[in-house]
């Protein structure tokens, strides 16, 4: 009797827990996407925290958001996403659902051009890596920096990545190894700065 009653109630405590997942909003949702490497919230938090004002914003590569939420945290600014995975885009779209100052793009962000999307205050980015594309993303999202603005990025911590974007940085900021290990890889990263 005593195991009974202790079971029910366990079981009591797991029922509220299924019924709160069993909620559509707070279900875990699994997402796939190719070169899909988060970033990590508390980095995405100090990208966002390395801009005194945010302006227009344009993320680059947007994945699943977590430095369009790293901003908004601490801005109501307007900012452009663009991704081009149709998966990824579902789940920004729910995200963004309501805020009047967020607009999505689905497309290859080396596809974009000043003229359709505009030139911005702030560009927050953590491209793709695989075989030095981060580079590509970079150099490509400077031509979207206005005057006065700022670009910080993520970028592998490779000879390719140190000759093509250190020598033109405002700014290099080697991590500390494991930075993505939360993410499930061991790939070491930097921060790159450039400042208009």
Not at 18 to 39: D, G, I, P, Y
Not at 48 to 53: H, I, K, Q, S
Not at 106 to 116: H, I, K, P, S
Not at 156 to 185: C, H, M, V, Y
Request: with cysteine; hydrophobic share 40%.
């Amino acid at each position: 009797m005593e195991v009974t009653e202790a079971i029910e109630e366990e079981m009591g405590d797991e029922r509220k827990r299924f019924a709160r997942l069993a909620e559509n909003k707070s279900a875990t949702r699994a997402v796939s996407s190719h070169q899909l490497f988060q970033t990590p919230e508390p980095l995405a938090d100090r990208l966002a925290g390395m801009f005194e004002t945010f302006g227009r914003v344009l993320e680059p590569s947007a994945g699943l958001g977590r430095l369009y939420r790293a901003v908004r945290k601490r801005s109501d600014c307007h900012v452009t996403m663009v991704e081009q995975s149709a998966e990824c885009c579902g789940e920004l779209y729910r995200m963004t659902e309501g805020d009047g100052n967020a607009r999505l793009i689905q497309g290859d962000f080396l596809a974009q051009a000043v003229d359709c999307l505009g030139l911005f205050d702030v560009v927050i980015m953590n491209p793709p890596f695989k075989m030095g594309t981060d580079c590509k993303h970079v150099l490509h999202a400077l031509q979207f920096v206005c005057t006065g603005g700022r670009l910080v990025s993520l970028c592998a911590n490779g000879p390719k990545q140190r000759a093509k974007l250190k020598p033109i940085a405002t700014e290099w900021i080697d991590l500390p190894a494991g930075s993505f290990k939360s993410e499930g890889t061991g790939v070491a990263t930097a921060i790159v700065v450039f400042q208009r």
